[in-house]
């Protein structure tokens, strides 16, 4: 897939301009050559990038429509999906990128830097260290599972605020299995948008979920007791 085809896909629901495509265009071009030192991503086809990367990432402004926020963090963001490439759709939304690695986090700092994106923090910490109750939206690409995924971000959303968790053809069951974490935590489910990512490249299910009350004191829990007992 092409830049132009991008454009196209999404023809009608985003502004996707010369100024978009252009930042998408060099994001890719640095992505490309930071991939030559280190592994950012096993994709390596630029038209692959397009589809499995921007697209993927792009198809979460379907499951946000009509949702409100001004501040956002992406956790375990890795190279910046989907928080660095909604950054540069969301120019108005305050974006925290969150990873752990600080590889990635020096390769965001310099994409950052390089297309101008002042909406855009890099942070090089673990969810469960950071401040309580500080944004309006979290979103997570194929990070963890939902159980554990929920007690690492309720925490830091605001009340009423939202989470999108964007996973594989096995979200629904992640979603059952996490009727337990979602009542202790005080999450309740929204919606899930299914898609499915142009030439059969797989489906996604786009699960949105709205944290309905304050998090009890003690969550997150240490990240390894969260790892071994998943609520």
């Known amino acids: 897939m092409t830049l132009d085809e991008l454009s196209a896909y999404f023809a009608g629901e985003l502004s996707l301009g010369e100024r978009e495509l252009g930042r998408f265009r060099r994001y890719l071009d640095l992505l490309e050559e930071w991939n030559g030192r280190m592994n950012l991503t096993a994709v390596r086809e630029r038209g692959e990038m397009v589809e ?4 993927d990432s792009l198809l979460a402004t379907r499951a946000l429509k009509g949702t409100e926020f001004r501040t956002a963090i992406d956790i375990g963001t890795g190279p910046g999906f989907p928080g660095l490439v909604l950054s540069i759709l969301m120019g108005d939304v305050r974006w925290t990128l969150l990873d752990a690695t600080r590889k990635k986090c020096d390769f965001l700092l310099a994409v950052k830097q390089e297309l101008g994106l002042t909406n855009v923090e890099v942070v090089n910490a673990r969810a469960e260290t ?11 690409r194929a990070f963890s599972s939902l159980p554990m995924l929920l007690e690492l971000a309720a925490p830091l959303l605001t009340v009423g605020g ?11 069951q992640e979603l059952l299995l996490s009727a337990k974490a979602m009542k202790e935590l005080g999450v309740s489910h929204v919606s899930t948008f299914k898609e499915s990512l142009p030439g059969g490249e797989g489906e996604r299910m786009n699960i949105l979920l709205r944290k ?8 997150p829990r240490e990240f390894a007791l969260i790892k071994a007992k998943p609520l």
Request: glycine fraction near 6%; include cysteine; charge should be positive.
């Open 52 to 55: 499995k990367h921007l697209l």
């Open 130 to 140: 950071l401040p309580k109750e500080k944004w309006d939206l979290a979103t997570a």
């Open 212 to 219: 309905c009350a304050r998090t009890p004191r003690k969550y």
């Open 162 to 172: 939202h989470l999108l968790a964007m996973k594989g053809p096995k979200g629904e």
